[in-house]
């Protein structure tokens, strides 16, 4: 109940925070926000070189299979990433005022929805251009991409309060995030690499290869995704979520003396 209470007391300040960022991130930038659609269309591109030309990947229609996989997985490892320092960050603030600190995690993922959703843009006009045909399925993308959301806020919750006491956190982080991009089929599909039931079990116990997987199946290829195993992780990114929230509300109090 107070972390309800709390969102609905300081969402403004998330909101407003995020905006406020946004904008001092592109503020010196000559093509301003259209960076955050170059940026993940240039990284395709270099992909589309490497996996598809010189490893000879092939999946159908690769360059939207690539893009949606780049979008899923920035979104979900920006978050987690920058979660760890997030605290220290933001010192000059909480040191001040108070702000319960998964605010500040709240506001953070705007910023990266706010980049997804342009990045969705430019698969809606690669999906036209590659004729795949738009139907009514696609709009389990929404219930889905909240489940991703709740599982990137899960995690971060959790590292969020450890990254303030655990200084190399951050590399640590860095490398398992690596690992787990490389298990999660950003750039193939992990059902057709692993031979006979160990792909779609890779697919499925793998959170982050599930979603995106599903995501693809959704927008690009017209299947019904799993709604079972949709529920399960949203189950399991609850209850980290209220480990984490657990941690934060225990522990905050101490956070300003320790950075």
């Not at 997985?73 to 920058?82: I, K, L, Q, T, Y």
């Amino acid at each position: 109940m107070r972390f309800w209470r709390n969102l609905k007391k300081y969402h403004e300040y998330a909101l407003y925070e995020a905006r406020a960022r946004l904008k001092s991130e592109v503020t010196s930038s000559y093509l301003n926000w259209i960076w955050w659609i170059l940026e993940p269309f240039l990284t395709m591109l270099i992909y589309i070189f490497v996996f598809g030309h010189i490893l000879k990947v092939s999946e159908p229609n690769y360059a939207v299979f690539l893009f949606m996989g780049i979008l899923m997985w920035n979104f979900f490892g920006g978050v987690v990433r920058s979660s760890v320092l997030l605290v220290k960050i933001n010192q000059d603030i909480i040191s001040k005022v108070y702000v319960p600190k998964y605010m500040l995690l709240i506001s953070n993922m705007y910023q990266y929805v706010c980049k997804f959703g342009f990045g969705m843009l430019v698969e809606l006009v690669m999906l036209l251009i590659f004729r795949v045909r738009f139907g009514w399925h696609m709009l389990y993308a929404i219930p889905f991409f909240i489940g991703y959301s709740m599982l990137a806020f899960g995690v971060s919750s959790i590292l969020i309060h450890f990254g303030v006491y655990v200084y190399d956190l951050t590399y640590v982080v860095g490398i398992i995030l690596n690992f787990v991009m490389y298990l999660s089929g950003i750039f193939y599909s992990i059902e057709g690499r692993l031979p006979g039931n160990f792909g779609k079990m890779a697919s499925k116990f793998n959170p982050v290869a599930f979603f995106i997987s599903s995501m693809r199946d959704i927008m690009i290829y017209g299947k019904a995704p799993s709604l079972v195993w949709l529920f399960l992780w949203c189950v399991v990114s609850v209850l980290l979520a209220s480990i984490g929230i657990m941690l934060i509300h225990k522990n905050e109090n101490n956070y300003a003396k320790v950075i």
